[in-house]
Nanobody, 121 residues
Framework: QVQLVESGGGSVQAGGSLRLSCVVSGDTGSRYYMAWFRQAPGKGREGVAAIETIGFTRYAHSVEGRFTISLDNVKNSLYMEMNSLKPEDTSMYYC???????????????WGQGTQVTVSS
């Protein structure tokens, strides 16, 4: 089991940038697959970006080329750089981790509490 704490959300104008962070604590000695998800009010949880510890990444088509997921194993932290933000990116963003590689499917066992991103036009 791991505990996940996100930060870095906020309010920006369209075209702006934000960097989300997720600090991992607990069973950090084991290999975990990690991902970012988002969920807007009244909508399902959407996979945004996923990463394996060896550096393989996967992105939702809606964010490909604008978002970059990265992992710092020394700091036990997951990041997501978000550029060229659009109003439709407005959502609560969650960090997720599991010993199974669920990629962008929301079946991860461990979730953070979320950080809100709001993009105004």
């Amino acid at each position: 089991q791991v505990q996940l704490v996100e930060s870095g959300g906020g309010s920006v104008q369209a075209g702006g940038s934000l960097r989300l962070s997720c600090v991992v604590s607990g069973d950090t000695g084991s290999r975990y697959y990690m991902a970012w998800f988002r969920q807007a009010p009244g909508k399902g949880r959407e996979g945004v970006a996923a990463i394996e510890t060896i550096g393989f990444t996967r992105y939702a088509h809606s964010v490909e080329g604008r978002f970059t997921i990265s992992l710092d194993n020394v700091k036990n932290s997951l990041y997501m750089e978000m550029n060229s933000l659009k109003p439709e990116d407005t959502s609560m963003y969650y960090c997720a981790a599991d010993r199974v590689n669920w990629l962008l499917f929301p079946r991860y066992k461990n979730w953070g509490q979320g950080t809100q991103v709001t993009v105004s036009s």
